[in-house]
């Protein structure tokens, strides 16, 4: 499956040269990143660094941004290149919308989060209030750069981070995809095999994005496992997007057997892959069923006392269903 012109899987050095050498840019990116990579990749660019985590992730960020664009006397015909994990992707592609109505953006994704889903897509924002992504811009890079290198440097908590953006887009389109999912963990993969499950992964993404870039249809499906993940993560500080999102996964898969004809069998499938690649499934009993309910219902899909929610018929065939508020809480209480 093609992964689209604007994604170049490559030398990320090679082409930050060109762009340095080529256009009026500014770098975008976070400390850990500047700290391996700045001297090697950045030169005497200009260049913004951000802090770590997602309390970075704000309008406050946003405005600090600006201020340095302004300082460097940047334009719409300058060029923000966004060097970093999710949400220095996430930041940076909100910042370069909005700045003077559209800057050029060029994504280049050092996370396998990133590489697989973050910086796929056009989606860019920040969080408001403590809620997650609450303002943000759908707009398309210029170009999106990945190189599997990166990877190299992660931890593997922060790899495991991002295969479960990777089971979930098998899991809601890819039904041989999936199975191939289940015979190794990603970690136990070589460069290469990792790097064959990214472009499949992207390849996904970036079809369903192609024929609904708006989230008005069909990519409403991408937002498997996200609904009860985000409301994790907006109630549990330490438990990244991927643990988040796992845990998400396996809600939605239990809810999928109640309302949607999802087999146990398949349930456990899933709920198998996540636990290989070390990814957690079950609500943390420190959160309540009903404080996690409150996250639930800030939704940004909520409409009244329902919400679109995506389940599964079957791994590889997605439903979405409008779902009653009062029903996913049962059901969750259920499974608790």
Do not use: W
């Given at each position: 499956?093609?992964?689209?012109?604007?994604?170049?899987?490559?030398d990320a050095g090679k082409e930050l040269g060109l762009l340095l050498k080529d256009s009026d840019?500014?770098?975008?990116?976070?400390?850990?990143?500047?700290?391996?990579?700045?001297?090697?990749?950045?030169?005497?660019?200009?260049?913004?660094?951000?802090?770590?985590?997602?309390?970075?992730?704000?309008?406050?960020?946003?405005?600090?941004?600006?201020?340095?664009?302004?300082?460097?006397?940047?334009?719409?015909?300058?060029?923000?290149?966004?060097?970093?994990?999710?949400?220095?992707?996430?930041?940076?592609?909100?910042?370069?919308?909005?700045?003077?109505?559209?800057?050029?953006?060029?994504?280049?994704?050092?996370?396998?989060?990133?590489q697989a889903d973050a910086a796929i897509g056009g989606k860019n924002g920040v969080n408001v209030?403590?809620?997650?992504?609450?303002?943000?811009?759908?707009?398309?890079?210029?170009?999106?750069?990945?190189?599997?290198?990166?990877?190299?440097?992660?931890?593997?908590?922060?790899?495991?981070?991002?295969?479960?953006?990777?089971?979930?887009?098998?899991?809601?389109?890819?039904?041989?995809?999936?199975?191939?999912?289940?015979?190794?963990?990603?970690?136990?993969?070589?460069?290469?095999?990792?790097?064959?499950?990214?472009?499949?992964?992207?390849?996904?993404?970036?079809?369903?994005?192609?024929?609904?870039?708006?989230?008005?249809?069909?990519?409403?499906?991408?937002?498997?496992?996200?609904?009860?993940?985000?409301?994790?993560?907006?109630?549990?500080?330490?438990?990244?997007?991927?643990?988040?999102?796992?845990?998400?996964?396996?809600?939605?898969?239990?809810?999928?057997?109640?309302?949607?004809?999802?087999?146990?069998?398949?349930?456990?499938?899933?709920?198998?892959?996540?636990?290989?690649?070390?990814?957690?499934?079950?609500?943390?009993?420190?959160?309540?069923?009903?404080?996690?309910?409150?996250?639930?219902?800030?939704?940004?899909?909520?409409?009244?006392?329902?919400?679109?929610?995506?389940?599964?018929?079957?791994?590889?065939?997605?439903?979405?269903?409008?779902?009653?508020?009062?029903?996913?809480?049962?059901?969750?209480?259920?499974?608790?």
């Open positions: 499956m093609p992964v689209g012109k604007h994604i170049i899987f490559g840019v500014v770098i975008i990116t976070d400390a850990n990143v500047n700290g391996i990579y700045g001297d090697k990749l950045f030169g005497n660019a200009k260049v913004i660094v951000l802090g770590i985590g997602e309390r970075t992730k704000t309008l406050r960020t946003i405005d600090r941004i600006y201020s340095k664009l302004i300082e460097y006397k940047t334009d719409r015909h300058s060029v923000i290149i966004a060097v970093g994990g999710g949400i220095v992707c996430d930041t940076a592609g909100f910042a370069a919308a909005t700045f003077k109505r559209g800057t050029g953006l060029v994504l280049v994704p050092t996370t396998l989060l990133a209030s403590g809620f997650k992504n609450l303002a943000g811009t759908f707009r398309q890079p210029d170009r999106t750069i990945i190189d599997t290198k990166f990877l190299k440097t992660l931890a593997r908590k922060n790899f495991n981070n991002g295969t479960a953006e990777i089971i979930k887009t098998a899991a809601i389109y890819d039904s041989a995809f999936f199975n191939s999912l289940e015979r190794k963990a990603l970690f136990e993969l070589t460069g290469k095999q990792l790097e064959t499950v990214i472009r499949k992964t992207v390849g996904i993404k970036n079809a369903i994005v192609r024929d609904d870039p708006e989230e008005k249809g069909i990519r409403k499906i991408l937002n498997f496992g996200h609904t009860i993940g985000h409301a994790l993560e907006l109630n549990l500080n330490r438990m990244r997007h991927g643990e988040a999102v796992s845990v998400g996964m396996a809600a939605a898969c239990a809810i999928s057997q109640k309302l949607a004809g999802f087999t146990l069998e398949e349930s456990l499938r899933v709920d198998n892959v996540l636990k290989l690649n070390r990814l957690p499934v079950k609500i943390p009993e420190l959160l309540s069923v009903a404080k996690l309910m409150e996250s639930v219902v800030q939704d940004k899909k909520k409409s009244g006392c329902s919400l679109d929610f995506v389940l599964l018929e079957s791994i590889g065939h997605p439903v979405i269903k409008r779902l009653e508020i009062k029903v996913i809480e049962g059901i969750i209480n259920d499974i608790r």
